[in-house]
């Protein structure tokens, strides 16, 4: 059974670059099959797919965030990673990492983390 | 972007009761539509891809109809662990610019 766990700060400060670890247990993250995303969740409110990233290297971000946005992987330690530079008050959410399908559908999610920006 | 537009916000059932809950697409995304169900604090679970194929271990009670642009999700017969936040999300666009619903929230009436 996979699994994933994010892992980071719960409090940023305004301008500064969030910064969280999704870690995946249970199966490969170099598995050729599957790309493993990054999603948010305002306080109260819907879901924003932020970017994902292949075992390669390879990314696709959301083009309303590709300027914040930089996910990087580290399969030695079965690891990936989201940046999100110069945050205001408007990224403060819940961060779930998730793990596509091959079709782009996400069937297997982390707990989730809030991560608050405030002074 | 695939705008996806979900109906009603929400939705009153009594448990035992059919809920149909709908999901539009603002352009054809064909089949490639999920469904999740997300519980207060908890993350969303996969119901439903490919608009029709139940993801492992969902009940038969669930079920996904549509394709290009209008999409149903029907619970047959609500059970109390069925009372939840329901979105869909399009996967359909390469690259990827992949889009949720505003979800529908199902509540007890």
């Known amino acids: 059974q996979v699994q994933l766990q994010e892992s980071g700060p719960g409090l940023v400060k305004p301008s500064q670059t969030l910064s969280l670890t999704c870690t995946v247990s249970?199966?490969?993250?170099?598995?050729?099959?599957?790309?493993w995303s990054w999603i948010r969740q305002h306080p109260g409110k819907g879901l924003e797919w932020i970017g994902y990233?292949?075992?390669?290297?390879?990314?696709y971000y959301n083009p309303s965030l590709k300027s914040q946005v930089t996910i990087s992987v580290d399969t030695s330690k079965k690891q990936f990673s989201l940046k999100l530079s110069s945050v205001t008050a408007a990224d403060t959410a819940v961060y779930y990492c998730?793990?596509?399908?091959?079709?782009?559908?996400?069937?297997?999610w982390g707990q989730g983390t809030l991560v608050t920006v405030s002074s | 972007e695939v705008v996806m537009t979900q109906s009603p916000a929400t939705l009153s059932v009594s448990p035992g009761e059919r809920a149909t809950l709908s999901c539009r697409a603002s352009?054809?995304?064909?089949?490639?539509l999920a469904w999740y169900q997300q519980k207060p604090g908890q993350s969303p679970r996969l119901l439903i891809y490919?608009?029709?194929t139940r993801a492992t271990g969902i009940p038969a009670r669930f079920s996904g109809t549509g394709s290009g642009t209008e999409f149903t999700l029907t619970i047959s017969s609500l059970q109390s662990e069925d009372f939840a936040v329901y979105y869909c999300?399009?996967?359909?666009?390469?690259?990827?610019?992949?889009?949720f619903g505003g979800g529908t929230r199902v509540e007890i009436e």
């Open positions: 352009q054809s995304v064909s089949s490639n």
């Open positions: 990233i292949y075992y390669s290297g390879t990314t």
């Open positions: 999300q399009q996967y359909n666009n390469w690259p990827p610019a992949l889009t």
């Open positions: 249970g199966g490969s993250i170099s598995s050729g099959n599957y790309y």
């Open positions: 490919g608009a029709s």
């Open positions: 998730a793990r596509n399908s091959g079709y782009d559908y996400f069937d297997y």
